[in-house]
């Protein structure tokens, strides 16, 4: 069986889960121990590295966090070169924010939203902005949304717009902050044998969970009649089931399942939104609304660091996709993390905001989504964009396409 979502057999998508489980069993509580030797502010000794260490939600609203232990630290020789420096006004704000917890939806994956974040704390980079960030590895029993809805963690990454957009009108308590990506990672697959969608009306298409709009969206505009074909939910998120399953159709990313199918030389056929001039979008980061509102300056600068260590791994993948694989360990699939990086980074740096930086996102960038999600009844009214994203946040941290540092 091929890996899922960046070598982890296992890892599933959380979007739109049930109620948020009681105890998270993996917290990855990142420490100065892991800073690279870039960095000149503290260092630990070895010891605490990448280990998983337990938290358990002992209620909604707050996370008992394990504390990693190490070795006796190193003196630090002062702030590197721009970063903030110990006591301004800023450096004082983001250290008074506390810890920001962010809630990873795929664990140590290699996507653009993960892979970033997870980068930016061992570079250095958020502790350069006076903020401690702890890196939680939501298990698949929990909603990293709910998590977040709640203020028990106050990052998040969510797959769409479209996706973010139901999560709000369902109640959950956060706000967009940034989107990556005018284009979309879903992806449909097909037997080889499919040439065109309307083949799949009477055949079995696999979903999981939901199937995201921009999907549902493609087969009408190919001409497919979605009420003929036979849907059905896929637990076991096993691409290998397209070819030698029952399934005719298949749910996707197009940076993970086409990895897996592709390394074990299985014939398909992958269908995209854009091929059918779909709008969409991929990667969109939430913050709990309480927390941004209280904590501006810390959300805007854990943005700036993220972006930071997105152009950092574009240029450095090898080693940003290393730094998961010591996370997580020996089940991490150095190669389909390698591979799934490639595609995530080019979907942002080809199909962001013309002009803009990565990240930077717009009302109008959203709309055709929420008139999608309307349209197909997945939200009950029409969702004031204004409320839903903050468009502001990102755009301030670049002049242009230049992000200011810091």
């Keep these: 069986m091929g890996p899922a979502r960046g070598g982890r057999a296992g890892r599933v998508w959380r979007g739109r889960t049930g ?65 903030l420096a110990p006591g301004s006004p800023e450096c004082t704000a983001n250290k008074a924010a506390g810890t920001v917890h962010f809630a990873s939806p795929f664990g140590y994956d290699a996507s653009a939203g993960i892979i970033d974040v997870y980068a930016a704390e061992r570079l250095g980079y958020f502790a350069d902005l006076c903020l401690r960030v702890e890196f939680i590895d939501v298990p698949t029993s929990a909603s990293p949304y709910a998590l977040v809805s709640a203020d028990a963690a106050q990052i998040t990454g969510e797959g769409s717009a479209a996706d973010a957009i139901v999560e709000e009108a369902d109640g959950s308590n956060f706000v967009g902050i940034s989107t990556y990506g005018d284009t979309s990672d879903y992806a449909l697959l097909t037997r080889a044998g499919i040439t065109k969608l309307t083949q799949l009306e009477g055949k079995v298409l696999a ?35 397209l070819v030698h399953g029952s399934f005719d159709a298949l749910e996707a990313y197009q940076s993970n399942e086409p990895i897996t199918l592709r390394a074990d030389h299985e014939p398909f ?8 001039g779909i709008s969409s ?19 805007a600068d854990f943005l700036r660091a993220e972006f930071r260590a997105f152009g950092y791994c574009t240029a450095h993948a090898a080693t940003c996709v290393g730094y998961l694989a010591e996370a997580q360990g020996p089940t991490f699939n150095l190669a389909h993390g390698e591979a799934e990086w490639r595609v995530e980074s080019a979907l942002a740096l ?57």
């Design 350 to 406: 080809d199909h962001h905001l013309a002009g803009r930086g990565i990240g930077v996102e717009t009302v109008a960038e959203w709309a055709p989504e929420a008139a999608a999600v309307l349209r197909y009844k997945l939200v009950r009214k029409p969702v004031d964009l204004a409320g839903a994203e903050d468009t502001s946040l990102a755009g301030s941290l670049y002049r242009g396409t230049r992000l200011v540092w810091p």
């Design 269 to 276: 056929t992958m269908w995209t939104p854009a091929q059918f």
């Design 281 to 299: 979008t991929f990667n969109v980061q939430v913050a709990n609304r309480k927390f941004l509102a209280s904590h501006r300056g810390a959300v």
């Design 19 to 83: 109620p948020v489980a009681e105890q998270l069993r993996s917290v990855h509580a990142i420490t100065s121990s892991e800073v690279t030797t870039e960095r000149m502010a503290t260092v630990r000794e070895p010891g605490c590295g990448a280990r998983r260490v337990t938290a358990v939600l002992v209620a909604i609203g707050s996370a008992l966090l394990a504390p990693c232990s190490a070795g006796p630290a190193v003196a630090a020789t002062g702030p590197r070169p721009g970063a």
């Design 207 to 241: 979903y999981h969970t939901v199937l995201p709009v921009v999907l549902r969206e493609m087969l009408v505009k190919a001409g497919a009649n979605v009420s003929k074909v036979r849907l059905v939910q896929d637990p076991t998120y096993d691409p290998l089931l």
